[in-house]
């Protein structure tokens, strides 16, 4: 891979701090032990756990009210792929990208191929973009897309994610992502039952198209850019229409895509008991789809739906593969240590989920010792476990502390230099 931060500057900050990450570590070994625990074995689980970045949460986001562009933001996606290798470089657990289309312009996509293989990335599931007007587009997606009351808008919103499916085979994906923003600002403005028709023919025919080996995420969200109603507003409506389309259709889950409250690690669970868990756009929320960073503030939801995530996976569970994305919007960080600190903390929430003790939280659940039960998953959950995700991307060759080193390296002033304001950004309001 092509050294982006200077590997000798990594080396340098593990070293520095490596006779305490060494004396952390043996401790948390220790406390483990007691507990049955082999500190080694999380290690490597945690080596081989990956999420994917969202290329347009490599530039700066904003809101419907402003953007505040900042210095060195990538102007094109190969210079998004290259902010995405050195968040790979430092913290060794996002070892793919996800595209949207066309937000991410691309001429050549052999071309862009082959950029990212020499950047040692891969790339995740291809989004579709028919919630917005594209400059020189003959029909426009006011009144919706694959749901419009006008059969040549569908076509047009069938034949684009149709075309994202072309591309996203030549890059070496297997899964479209499609969410659309139909839906109405007002009461009786349309017939719920006859746009969900309409939505369902569309998307049928683009099942209908998907490579053998290819999957159909849908994604659902509550409200924006409709206010009133949205075709696939929620994971019931989503499950409906992906029990429709077919095995090779399942549910993502947006973390910000919920009403208030909702109770998404048992909305996980459904999806899994009945093989339609897609995978996740991993982000945080206060107050509706903030777009916030992951874990920066309900850890504990986070946890707990990877709590249900690694029972499926110790379960052996039939048919679980879900695919782990972030979809975030950076308004006042650099996106790129935005990214590397919500990886960790996606990371964090799976290494704990696997410290929960599964047999004694069954031998509770039965017993119906409640109290029990969930003090065993807060015993997970407050076990600090950085020792572990530090030596997991030492090991892989990152960097123990990557926003320290990423601050020391000058990435961004280079780039900085390198990348003059172009006014455009291709990474969107989300
Ligand atoms: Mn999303």
Redesign the pocket.
């Known amino acids: 891979m092509t050294p982006l931060i200077d590997a000798g500057l990594v080396n340098e900050a593990n070293q520095h701090s490596a006779a305490h990450l060494q004396a952390d570590y043996d401790h948390l070994g220790s406390v483990l032990a007691r507990r049955g625990i082999e500190i080694d074995v999380l290690t490597e689980q945690a080596r081989r756990f990956a999420v994917a970045v969202p290329s347009w949460g490599t530039g700066t986001g904003g809101t419907r009210f402003a953007r505040f562009p900042s210095q060195g933001e990538p102007r094109n996606v190969f210079e998004k792929l290259q902010d995405c290798a050195v968040i790979q470089q430092l913290v060794r657990c996002t070892p793919r990208v996800s595209p949207h289309f066309p937000w991410d312009r691309v001429d050549d996509f052999k071309a862009l191929r082959q950029h990212a293989d020499e950047l040692g990335l891969g790339f995740d599931a291809v989004n579709s973009n028919t919630f917005q007007d594209q400059p020189g587009q003959p029909l426009s997606y006011k009144y919706g897309s694959l749901s419009h009351t006008d059969p040549a808008v569908r076509a047009q919103a069938v034949a684009h994610n149709l075309q994202c499916m072309e591309w996203g085979q030549v890059l070496g994906a297997s899964a479209l992502t499609v969410?659309v923003g139909d839906g109405s600002n007002f009461p009786g403005q349309s017939h719920f039952q006859r746009q969900l028709e309409r939505y369902l023919e569309s998307t049928r025919a683009i099942y209908e198209a998907l490579p053998d080996d290819w999957a159909m995420f849908l994604?659902h969200k509550m409200f924006e850019p409709a206010f009133y109603s949205t075709v696939i507003q929620d994971w019931g409506s989503s499950v409906l229409c992906a029990m429709e389309l077919g095995d090779k259709a399942r549910c993502l889950v947006?973390l910000g895509?919920h009403a208030p409250n909702v109770n998404i690690e048992m909305i996980v669970s459904r999806l899994i008991q009945f093989h339609k868990l897609a995978g996740f756009?991993f982000n945080d929320s206060k107050y509706g789809d903030d777009d916030l960073d992951s874990g920066s503030l309900h850890p504990y939801q986070q946890f707990l739906i990877f709590n249900e995530l690694v029972d499926a996976e110790q379960r052996g569970q039939a048919g679980f593969d879900p695919a782990y994305m972030l979809?975030q919007s950076h308004n006042v960080t650099d996106p790129i240590e935005s990214l590397m600190t919500s990886a960790q903390e996606v990371q964090r929430s799976y290494v704990k989920a696997l410290l929960v003790d599964r047999e004694a939280l069954y031998a509770y659940q039965d017993s119906n010792d409640a109290m029990m039960a969930t003090n065993t998953l807060k015993a997970a959950f407050n076990t600090d476990v950085d020792p572990i995700l530090a030596r997991a991307r030492v090991l892989e060759g990152g960097a123990a502390d990557p926003v320290a080193v990423y601050r020391a390296s000058g990435y961004r002033q280079q780039v900085g230099k390198l990348r003059p304001s172009s006014g455009q950004s291709g990474s969107g309001i989300v």
């Open positions: 969410w994604e947006d895509h756009h979809d």
